[in-house]
């Protein structure tokens, strides 16, 4: 055999020994100094000495080494986050240290992995761009913190799941007193009073510091004593035994039918903005008590809500104290100028018919309203009218009766609720005061008994004041 295909065939068992033992690409980069001198004297047919294969083996095992030494980094971002390649003779397992580092998993031959400069593993990236359970426990840390420094503060009672269009009281704190309570500046008993909150009369929960809670009610901002309120579970339930269910008209004249359908017979008329007390709730309709009884009415026309009393502030008493003191002494002077002519005399002094069988004892201003009133017992009774002889409705006879001491009330029911102040109870009742029910109002007499411009079957009567849920007592003067 001649020495040139012994060379050739050298060269083919020693490349394919190198294929073996090294990939393909780490030969392809080495071949600029694999074969330096040699791939010339190959490309010429010449061959190479095994001289020169064994010194650019060497070559390339320490480009092994240097590789593996010094590998590649790039960084990524803020995190600092480097690229490296991992040595392409072998793969890297997991334990591995590159550098000095530790590498977390495992990977490949000529695979590419992540290392950070981050001593701990990365948990998953959470919304925020962060490990979410590491901030949740760095925001618990902090609320344990807070709450060491602040043991008096409590935790906002929780909102209690609720219906669409529902309302969630849990945050109500609720009055429960003989008269009222007061709402003081601070928690600390010696503090300014800055309002008050009467018996059943509802705020809004804000804190709790110690024995005291804060609230907000009506204009009223402050503190009230623990002992004298409901809060939370407690709250929710009385809630549904004080809170009063109202249903606000909000169209012209409201039909209230006999059944939850618009076919049914009509029962009786409602005027707009009026408030009637809910018995019932559909999802379609609501069933309400009227002076002719209890009907139903569609939801769309009405806004439901929960309506407590709130708490009035110093400034608001002293004003309303004053406005009293002044619509008393207007209403003296407009009943000493009708005096003589237009006290009670039965069907004679009216038009009407059956008010000689009532009288009110007692010379107060409120009692010359009530027997002014009982003249025009028996006239009838006319949805929206105004005449005290001819026709009126219910809020129209108040308004008529009271007209005629010089005060001016709305002709709506509703609106009679907000007239002068409150009186706690039926006990406390005064000839004179306006009783409000649902849908209704009367004036009372004295006695429990009131004067009210009743239905179109009825027309004005006398009746007992409890014989529907008493809403609201107001007192003009």
Same mark, same amino acid.
């Given at each position: 055999m001649r020495k040139g295909p012994k060379k050739a065939f050298a060269v083919i068992v020693l490349t394919a020994l190198i294929m073996t033992c090294f990939p393909v690409d780490d030969i392809r980069a080495a071949s600029s100094f694999l074969f330096?001198?040699?791939? !010339?004297?190959?490309?010429? /047919?010449? *061959?190479?000495?095994?001289?020169?294969?064994?010194?650019?083996?060497?070559?390339?095992?320490?480009?092994?080494?240097?590789?593996?030494? =010094?590998?590649?980094? $790039? @960084?990524?971002? %803020?995190?600092?986050?480097? @690229? &490296?390649? $991992?040595?392409?003779s072998k793969a890297v397992s997991e334990g591995t240290t590159?550098?000095?580092?530790?590498?977390?998993?495992?990977?490949s031959e000529g695979a590419t992995i992540e290392i950070t400069d981050d001593p701990a593993p990365a948990a998953k990236e959470g919304?925020?761009? !962060? +490990?979410?359970? %590491? #901030?949740?426990? %760095?925001? $618990?840390?902090?609320?344990?913190?807070? %709450?060491?420094?602040?043991?008096?503060?409590?935790?906002?009672?929780?909102?209690? +799941?609720?219906?669409?269009?529902?309302?969630?009281?849990?945050?109500?704190?609720?009055?429960?007193?003989?008269?009222?309570?007061?709402?003081?500046?601070e928690p600390d008993e010696n503090s300014e009073v800055v309002g008050k909150l009467?018996? =059943?009369?509802?705020? $809004?929960?804000?804190? @709790?510091?110690?024995?005291?809670? @804060?609230?907000?009610? !009506?204009?009223?901002?402050?503190?009230?004593? *623990?002992?004298? &309120?409901?809060?939370g579970q407690a709250a929710v339930k009385l809630a549904a035994e004080v809170g009063q269910r109202l249903a606000t008209v909000h169209t012209t004249?409201?039909?209230?039918?006999?059944?939850?359908?618009?076919?049914?017979?009509? #029962? /009786?008329?409602?005027?707009n903005e009026d408030q009637l007390s809910v018995i019932e709730?559909?999802?379609?309709?609501?069933?309400?008590?009227?002076?002719?009884?209890?009907?139903? &009415?569609?939801?769309?026309?009405?806004?439901?809500?929960?309506?407590?009393?709130?708490?009035?502030?110093?400034?608001?008493?002293?004003?309303?104290?004053?406005k009293e003191a002044s619509e008393r002494k207007r209403a003296q002077q407009a009943a000493a100028r009708s005096a003589g002519g237009k006290k009670s005399s039965g069907k004679n002094s009216g038009g009407g018919g059956g008010g000689g069988s009532y009288s009110v004892s007692g010379g107060g201003l409120g009692s010359s309203v009530a027997n002014y009133a009982l003249q025009f017992v028996g006239n009838p009774y006319v949805y929206g009218g105004t005449s005290l002889t001819n026709g009126t409705d219910c809020s129209g006879f108040t308004m008529g009766v009271y007209r005629n001491f010089g005060v001016s009330l709305p002709h709506s029911s509703g609106a009679q609720r907000a007239v002068g102040y409150g009186v706690g109870? #039926?006990?406390?009742?005064?000839?004179?005061?306006?009783?409000?029910?649902s849908g209704h109002v009367g004036l009372y007499i004295g006695g429990g008994q009131i004067v009210h411009a009743s239905t179109a079957k009825t027309g004005i009567k006398v009746s007992n004041a409890g014989y529907r849920n008493i809403l609201a007592i107001r007192r003009i003067f």
């Open positions: 330096p001198a040699a791939g !010339g004297a190959l490309a010429a /047919g010449n *061959g190479c000495s095994i001289q020169d294969i064994r010194a650019n083996v060497a070559r390339n095992a320490a480009m092994q080494s240097t590789i593996a030494n =010094h590998e590649k980094i $790039t @960084k990524k971002d %803020e995190a600092e986050v480097a @690229k &490296v390649e $991992t040595p392409s590159i550098d000095g580092v530790a590498v977390v998993g495992s990977a919304m925020n761009g !962060g +490990d979410d359970t %590491e #901030l949740a426990e %760095e925001e $618990t840390k902090e609320d344990n913190a807070e %709450e060491e420094a602040n043991p008096s503060i409590d935790v906002k009672p929780e909102s209690q +799941d609720v219906e669409e269009g529902e309302e969630d009281l849990s945050d109500q704190v609720i009055a429960v007193v003989d008269g009222y309570v007061n709402v003081r500046s009467y018996n =059943h009369s509802a705020g $809004t929960w804000l804190d @709790k510091q110690g024995d005291w809670y @804060k609230i907000e009610s !009506g204009n009223v901002v402050g503190f009230v004593k *623990g002992e004298y &309120v409901q809060t004249t409201l039909k209230i039918r006999e059944e939850a359908s618009a076919d049914s017979k009509v #029962l /009786g008329l409602v005027a709730e559909t999802e379609e309709w609501i069933k309400v008590n009227i002076e002719e009884g209890d009907g139903w &009415v569609s939801r769309e026309y009405v806004s439901l809500s929960t309506w407590f009393p709130k708490a009035e502030s110093k400034a608001e008493e002293e004003a309303r104290l004053k109870s #039926l006990a406390e009742a005064q000839p004179g005061d306006l009783i409000c029910y």
